[in-house]
Nanobody
């Protein structure tokens, strides 16, 4: 199993980023997927999840209305569109396969003026 995130970077408050998670080594379309973040000195924080077909999505209250999770099962890729970014969104973001300990190494998001 391999999960590889990309798309992180540094943006100003109010900016946008689109994260991607390329999955391999398992049947991607059979698994619910999640995004989780971890800020320095803090524990992991669940951000969002999506069901196998992409028709049902779930968000933590602190990102609702700003972030959008999606997936392309044909490309074995998970996405997180992040808009209206705030300094408190700064963290390492990683994707995770639901019901398993599998997760990627993460991509860093920095929000700073």
């Amino acid at each position: 199993v391999q999960l590889v995130e990309s798309g992180g970077g540094m943006v100003q408050p109010g900016g946008s980023l689109r994260l991607s998670c390329a999955a391999s080594g398992f049947t991607f379309s059979s698994y619910r997927m999640s995004w989780v973040r971890q800020a320095p000195g803090k524990g992991p924080e669940w951000v969002s999840a999506i069901n196998t077909g992409g028709g049902s999505t779930y968000y933590a209250d602190f990102v609702k209305g700003r972030f959008t999770i999606s997936r392309d099962n044909a490309k074995n890729t998970l996405y997180l569109q992040m808009n209206s970014l705030k300094p408190e969104d700064m963290a390492l973001y990683y994707c995770a396969r639901a019901g398993t300990p599998d997760r990627g190494q993460g991509t860093q998001v920095t929000v700073s003026s």
